[in-house]
């Protein structure tokens, strides 16, 4: 049986928006990506493991605000205090977490058939984000994800290039459609590709 | 709109925090006999200030963590924020 996405029946390739007369290099590029592994980490209070004898995919946990640990596959997202997001291309890793995440010090739940992502690329995707976000899109960089709120949707949002802009935003699978449709309204002044 | 700094996460919009209440509210002790009358004050009493108050907020759209803010209810300045079990 094939899972189905999130975004599966309302995501459709094709151009949208205000893109006639523009260049393609200059439309956002929206795509949903699916078929991650997304696992939640949460180390309980009275825990004294220390972190960096742990080591997910080659990548520690940070304990520093907002910071994003990654590599090719793999992305390690702190979204609170003793709280991570793991994202990856690997699902096989799930296995080493669960090994290597003791049940006596952390709570490890597997959140992939949870989320919907929506990945944004181009330059005009931060002005996007500011129709819809509170936050202070001058302080973002690659490698920085925040948790915050577009057009009343929760949302975390994880900056993974910020030469040619390309941002991942996590909503609750039930929240992808609504998200989906705020992101495709407010890109239609910019003139967005599907793909 | 307010701004409010979150100790863990820095300055955000009051749009990702929901409002807790007085922070300097105590609970009576746990496993004890109780008096009605402070247990109703514990429950339904509370002061209403002009000026510098201390609340509790949760960065609920955030780091869902609970911290202490001090406000002036009367200019919406806020002078300080903490974490929950920090002393303001």
Not at chain 1, 118 to 131: A, F, M, R, T
């Amino acid at each position: 049986m094939t899972p189905l996405s999130a975004l599966e029946n309302i995501h459709k390739k094709g151009l949208f928006g205000e893109h006639e007369s523009k260049e393609q290099k200059d439309l956002i590029k929206i795509s949903e990506i699916k078929n991650l592994l997304i696992v939640q980490v949460v180390q309980y209070k009275k825990s004294n493991v220390s972190l960096k004898d742990i080591k997910i995919d080659g990548l520690n946990l940070s304990s520093e605000a907002l910071k994003v640990t990654s590599n090719k596959d793999t992305r390690i997202l702190w979204t609170g205090p003793n709280n991570w997001l793991l994202v990856s291309e690997k699902k096989e890793i799930l296995k080493n977490i669960k090994n290597d995440f003791k049940d006596s010090d952390f709570a490890v739940t597997d959140l992939s058939h949870s989320r919907a992502i929506i990945q944004l690329e181009g330059k005009n995707s931060i002005e996007v984000l500011k129709k819809g976000c509170p936050f202070n899109f001058n302080e973002i960089e690659k490698n920085v994800c925040i948790n915050s709120v577009f057009n009343g949707i929760t949302i975390t949002i994880d900056m993974i290039e910020d030469n040619s802009i390309k941002i991942r935003l996590f909503a609750l699978r039930s929240f992808g459609e609504s998200l989906y449709h705020s992101v495709t309204d407010a890109c239609l002044e910019f003139g967005y590709k599907n793909i | 709109m307010l701004h409010i700094k979150c100790p863990h996460c820095g300055l955000r919009s009051q749009n990702e925090f929901s409002y807790g209440g007085d922070g300097t509210v105590k609970r009576p002790e746990l496993n004890k006999e109780v008096p009605d009358k402070e247990w109703d004050t514990f429950v339904y009493l509370r002061k209403s200030p002009r000026g510098k108050h201390i609340e509790l907020w949760h960065h609920i759209s955030g780091c869902r963590q609970w911290i202490k803010v001090e406000r002036d209810t009367a200019t919406h300045e806020i002078f300080k924020t903490s974490k929950a079990n920090e002393d303001i």
